[in-house]
C-alpha cells in the first residue's frame, strides 16, 4: 500500500476526514454536530448544513496532522452511501472538486462495508471468512466476509435497528438524543435482571426490534401510573435490564449463524459495538463457545473516516475507482 489517500465521511451527523499512507492512518479527525441534541433526533437540513461549515476545517486539520500537503496525496475516497441524502451530497461533492482540482482518483466507499473494515486497521486482524455483526443507527445485519471486497449480508433486521432500539428507549426514559451511550452509562451501575423484556423470535437470521421497543413503553407506563417517580428512581436497573434484553437479541441470531456456518472468527462493527454490555457479553460467549472475537477500539466503532480510508485504500490498492458523474447513494447495500 504505497500510496497516500485522504478520506471523507459525512453520511450522517458527524463530519470527518482522515489520512491514510502507506496502510497507516496518519489523522482522523471528527467534527460531531451538537445542534440535533436539542430536537431530540438528526434533523437532516441542519446536518447538510453543518457539514458545509465542518467540511473545509475537517480536511484541512486532517492533513495538518499528517503531516502533509495536498499535492501528496494519490487519491480521495468518500462514503457513497448509505446515509442521508443531503449530509452525503456535500462529502461527496468536496471528494470530486478535491479530486479534480489535484487529477487524482476517486474512490467510492460503502458506509457499512466500511465500519467492517475498520478491522484491518490494528491488530489483530481476523482471518477470512469471517462473521461480523453490523449494529448501528440505522442498520443491524450478519455480514458473512470472505475477502476485503467480498461480502454477504446473511441476516438482518425486518424493522427497526438495534441502535434506533436503544436510542428510542432513551427517549421514552427521558434522555437526551442520542441515548444509546446514556443508556450504557447507566446500565453499569444496575442489575439486568431486575426487569424482564420479550425476545421475540424471528425467521431464519433476521432481527426484529419492533416489539420489544412496544413492550418497554407499555411496561414504562403501567410502571409510572403506579408510581410516578418510578424511572427517576430505577434508572440503573431499568437501562441495565434494557440492555441486557436488546444485547440478549443479537447474540441468540448470533450464535445460530456461527452453528449454522461453522464460522467461530466473529466480529463485531458499527457505532453500538461501543455498547459495554455487547463487548462484555460477546467476550463471555467466545470463552464459552471456542470463538475468535475481534472488537475494535473505541474510536473506530462510531462513524469515522478512518475507515473509509482503510475501505479506499483496499479499493485504491486494485485500482477501483468512481468516476466524476458518481453520485450519493442513499440507500446503498453490501
Ligand atoms: O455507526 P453509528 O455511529 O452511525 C450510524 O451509521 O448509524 O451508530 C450510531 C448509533 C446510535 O444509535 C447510538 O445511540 C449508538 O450507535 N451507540 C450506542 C453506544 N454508542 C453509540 N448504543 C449503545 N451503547 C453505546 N455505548
Ligand atoms: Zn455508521
Same mark, same amino acid.
Given at each position: ?102 487529477? &487524482? ?94 425476545n ?7 432481527y426484529?426490534?419492533?416489539?420489544i ?32 434484553a436488546l444485547?440478549e437479541i443479537l447474540?441468540k ?39 475468535? &472475537? ?41
Amino acid at each position: 500500500m504505497n500510496f497516500t489517500l485522504l478520506a471523507i465521511e459525512s453520511s450522517c451527523d458527524e463530519t470527518a476526514a482522515a489520512v491514510i499512507k502507506n496502510g497507516k492512518i496518519l489523522s482522523n479527525i471528527i467534527a460531531t454536530q451538537s445542534i440535533h441534541q436539542k430536537y431530540g433526533g438528526i434533523v437532516p437540513e441542519l446536518a447538510s448544513r453543518a457539514h458545509q461549515q465542518n467540511i473545509v476545517p475537517a480536511v484541512a486539520q486532517a492533513l495538518l496532522q499528517a503531516n502533509i500537503t495536498k499535492y501528496m496525496l494519490n487519491g480521495v475516497a468518500f462514503t457513497k452511501g448509505p446515509g442521508l441524502l443531503g449530509s452525503l451530497l456535500v462529502g461527496v461533492s468536496f471528494a470530486k472538486a478535491f479530486a479534480l482540482g489535484l487529477n &487524482v482518483p476517486l474512490i467510492e466507499v460503502n458506509h457499512m462495508e466500511a465500519h467492517i473494515l475498520a478491522h484491518f486497521i490494528d491488530d489483530p486482524k481476523p482471518s477470512f471468512p469471517f462473521l461480523c455483526l453490523t449494529v448501528s443507527g440505522g442498520h443491524t445485519q450478519i455480514v458473512l466476509v470472505t475477502d476485503y471486497l467480498e461480502m454477504k449480508v446473511i441476516g438482518q433486521t425486518q424493522d427497526d435497528a438495534v441502535g434506533e432500539a436503544f436510542d428510542k428507549s432513551a427517549k421514552l426514559l427521558g434522555l437526551p438524543y442520542p441515548g444509546g451511550p446514556l443508556v450504557d452509562k447507566y446500565a453499569q451501575l444496575g442489575n439486568p435482571y431486575a426487569y424482564a423484556f420479550p425476545n421475540v423470535d424471528t425467521p431464519a437470521l433476521n432481527y426484529s426490534f419492533s416489539g420489544i421497543k412496544t413492550a418497554i413503553l407499555y411496561f414504562l407506563r403501567d410502571r409510572t401510573a403506579r408510581e410516578p417517580d418510578f424511572v427517576e428512581k430505577n434508572m440503573n436497573d431499568i437501562c441495565a435490564s434494557i440492555q441486557e434484553a436488546l444485547v440478549e437479541i443479537l447474540l441468540k441470531k448470533l450464535r445460530k449463524a456461527v452453528n449454522e456456518t461453522g464460522i467461530k472468527e466473529v466480529a463485531i462493527a458499527g457505532g453500538v459495538s461501543a455498547n459495554s454490555g455487547l463487548r462484555k457479553k460477546l467476550q463471555e460467549n467466545a470463552d464459552k463457545l471456542g470463538w475468535n &472475537v475481534y472488537i475494535p477500539r473505541f474510536e473506530y466503532c462510531t462513524d469515522n473516516a478512518a475507515m473509509i480510508a482503510m475501505a479506499g485504500a483496499f479499493k485504491y490498492e486494485r485500482g477501483i475507482f468512481a468516476d466524476q458523474q458518481v453520485s450519493p447513494d442513499p440507500r446503498m447495500k453490501i
